[in-house]
């Protein structure tokens, strides 16, 4: 006995309530792995700070490895300087307080090739100029006492350092005293952001500058609402 073949099945469609939470879900979806990216960046994200107390008197220098793996990230040197007129009739002798960063490194700078004394609070990051060379922080001689770091507490020289390619941002925290042609600097904390291009807030040597709302724009949802949607449920 024969079977009769039968008749070829019509593809079903969906109804325009289930297509509605069907597209709901894959929006929630899709939003839900976003925020997972962007939580698993903002977990790996820290700032690493090392605290010290380093006093600079004339003649002596600080070398900033900022990650701790032995490379010279920036020098800060207090030197003595002299100088003299061509026919050496006149000559002006003081001090300097300069940071020297590392080819291809960069410091927060203001007009004039002067360093800038960041407050705390600062953001330092990408929308700075930084300087490659010698910006001086403060000359103190018989010429003049200028920079912005004259008698000073508590400021903040904003650095941009290379780690496999990639700038980091970070600060190192100073006071200096002037008196005459004497500059007394100490140096007492630098930290700097673990994630590459990522700005630092000045001062700040824990945390997280972001919540994880602010962290993952966009679909917000509460939990359980994955599952609610697929069963059709608001």
Request: proline share 6%.
């Amino acid at each position: 006995m024969k079977t009769s073949p039968r008749p070829p099945r019509k593809p079903s469609e969906l109804s325009e309530s289930l297509q509605h939470h069907l597209g709901l879900y894959a929006l929630a979806a899709s939003a839900a792995g976003v925020g997972v990216m962007a939580l698993a960046q903002l977990a790996e994200a820290k700032i690493i700070y090392t605290p010290l107390h380093h006093v600079m008197h004339d003649g002596s220098s600080y070398d900033l490895d900022f990650t701790g793996k032995g490379t010279k990230d920036l020098t800060i040197e207090n030197q003595h300087y002299a100088t003299c007129t061509p026919d050496g009739g006149a000559c002006w002798t003081g001090e300097w307080l300069y940071p020297r960063p590392r080819k291809g490194n960069g410091v927060v700078r203001t007009a004039w090739q002067r360093a800038s004394a960041m407050q705390p609070g600062d953001v330092i990051g990408p929308q700075d100029s930084f300087s490659t060379s010698f910006p001086f922080m403060v000359v103190s001689g018989q010429l003049c006492s200028c920079g912005n770091w004259i008698n000073v507490k508590n400021r903040y020289l904003g650095v941009k350092f290379k780690i496999k390619g990639q700038y980091h941002y970070g600060w190192a925290r100073l006071n200096v005293n002037v008196y005459k042609e004497v500059i007394t600097a100490t140096l007492s904390g630098y930290a700097y952001e673990t994630i590459a291009n990522k700005a630092i807030v000045a001062g700040k040597t824990k945390g997280k500058d972001q919540s994880p709302e602010q962290a993952s724009p966009g679909v917000v949802l509460p939990s359980g609402a994955l599952g609610r949607l697929a069963l059709g449920r608001k």
